[in-house]
């Protein structure tokens, strides 16, 4: 198996090889097989096969210190490392995963500013139910950078799940039907960012919005 010695290279595998191919996902109990359609199941399995596949590729990669926090895991090709998330959605409806959670965002990024390079690799998924076969087609395969898959909404400096008044995980747009509809750049990322946290301020964090800006600003 030729060696994979970049991200790009490792991308354009995974697109070769895994847009268009049929699969599924089933259970066996009480000898009665059943193969699973619904999203939730289909989407996180293929969110934890995907690394393996990886390291099946031969490629470096291990899970993030820890499993609740942004990124998901780590790779490395030729010494360089890299964050990396892994995403997968129904491509019939607009993506709505999490992207990370929002205080644990700032977090990361203050202490690891270079956090903010992370590329997610998102698979879009189709069920498949139509009384011949069962199971799902990935449709596409992507590559991105944060800012190629976030915007603002229409309430908030950057797509936003709210709960009890406090924010709690950033969103992606609707990238693959509105490709252009992102943000520029990182910096217009992080300003989004940045006015996020100013209408949610959290004195738990342990610095404040010009001390986060600054900080990740000046890598």
């Not at 595998?13 to 847009?19: A, F, M």
């Amino acid at each position: 198996m030729k060696s994979i010695n970049s991200i790009e290279e490792l991308f354009l595998k995974t697109k070769e090889e895994l847009e268009g191919k049929h699969g599924s996902i089933s259970i066996n109990f009480a000898n009665k097989n059943h193969v699973y359609s619904g999203n939730d199941i289909i989407g996180n399995c293929l969110q934890e096969w995907l690394p393996n596949w990886f390291s099946f590729l031969g490629v470096d990669i291990k899970s993030g210190e820890h499993t609740q926090k942004f990124p998901d895991f780590i790779a490395k090709f030729q010494n360089i490392q890299y964050d990396i998330e892994v995403k997968a959605w129904n491509i019939n409806n607009a993506p709505a995963f999490d992207i990370a959670n929002f205080d644990s965002f700032l977090t990361s990024t203050f202490e690891s500013p270079g956090k903010l390079e992370a590329r997610y690799f998102i698979l879009g998924y189709s069920p498949v139910n139509d009384g011949f076969s069962q199971g799902f087609i990935v449709k596409k395969v992507y590559l991105k950078h944060l800012w190629e898959i976030t915007n603002s909404s229409k309430i908030y400096p950057i797509g936003l799940q709210v709960k009890n008044k406090r924010p709690y995980a950033i969103r992606p747009c609707n990238f693959y039907k509105f490709e252009e509809r992102h943000f520029n750049d990182k910096n217009s990322f992080i300003e989004a960012i940045a006015k996020t946290f100013e209408l949610f301020e959290n004195p738990n964090l342990g610095f404040t919005i010009k001390e986060w800006k600054d900080k990740v600003l000046s890598y």
